[in-house]
């Protein structure tokens, strides 16, 4: 069993950021997931700034362009999405290369259907999806398509876009780093395997990190959290890093 670090030790935290480290610690010890030994939190719920509620609603929509296109969508009806919602702005660099692009090579489509899984978060994160689960399988795709399909064309859908409190999405954003954290480090010491489900409870399961779902469902929602609370103050959606 994993020793968890000692939050109380933390002189740099405060008491809402060491009790946000001790939930997320208790979550991660039901699965025997490691932790950093070391202080790890992050901002405090008065320094943190969420994006706005619209530009979220906005974004959600981009990335349901993104992954239509990378599912084989054509580029013309995808393009459309976005110019239709007047959403360009909206859409970074990377994203206009790659929505621009005739021919997008399939590792890239392939990297960019996971955006399904950003997508999810956000619409978590306007209430639209009731709890994150445990990152073990794959985000509710008939239910997502449903969801984002029917708001697309519903202006209300970013003009009275709200968000979760703060203090739910920071206590997401603590849990996935931590998650992140633990990955990257069986990277290193377990020579690239990673327990299926992230469990490290169990013995018997481990897959290679390059074959596993989870990795990148940890991977997007880390991004999109990072980025829903503009850390650490990202130029925009390409330039988020998920440090842990």
């Known amino acids: 069993m994993p020793i968890d670090p000692s939050p109380e030790t933390w002189k740099h935290a405060n008491e809402r950021q060491r009790d946000r480290a001790l939930r997320s610690f208790?979550?991660?010890r039901s699965r025997s997931v490691p932790a950093y030994t070391g202080p790890l939190f992050v901002d405090a719920d008065t320094d943190a700034t969420l994006q706005s509620p619209d530009e979220v609603a906005r974004r959600t929509l981009v990335l349901r362009a993104v992954?239509?296109?990378a599912e084989g969508v054509p580029k013309a009806e995808a393009i459309g999405i976005v110019r239709t919602l007047d959403l360009w702005e909206t859409v970074s660099p990377s994203e206009k290369a790659f929505l621009e692009c005739d021919t997008p090579s399939p590792e890239e489509s392939q990297r960019l259907v996971w955006?399904?899984?950003?997508i999810w978060l956000l619409m978590w994160a306007l209430g639209y999806v009731e709890q994150l689960d445990w990152p073990s399988s794959v985000?509710?795709?008939p239910?997502?398509?449903s969801l984002?399909?029917?708001l697309e064309t519903d202006p209300a859908f970013i003009k009275a876009a709200k968000l979760r409190p703060l203090s739910e999405i920071l206590d997401a954003q603590d849990l996935i780093m931590r998650i992140h954290w633990a990955i990257r480090n069986a990277y290193v010491i377990e020579d690239g395997m990673i327990p299926v489900g992230l469990d490290w409870s169990q013995n018997d399961d481990w897959i290679p990190?390059?074959?596993s779902a989870e990795v990148r469902i940890v991977e997007q929602r880390h991004h999109t959290l990072n980025w829903l609370v503009n850390y650490p103050n990202p130029q925009n959606w390409d330039?988020?890093?998920t440090p842990s």
């Open 115 to 118: 955006r399904l899984e950003s």
């Open 26 to 28: 208790s979550e991660l």
């Open 148 to 150: 984002v399909g029917a």
């Open 139 to 141: 985000c509710d795709v």
């Open 143 to 145: 239910r997502l398509a």
């Open 209 to 211: 990190f390059t074959l």
């Open 67 to 69: 992954a239509l296109r």
């Open 239 to 241: 330039n988020v890093d």
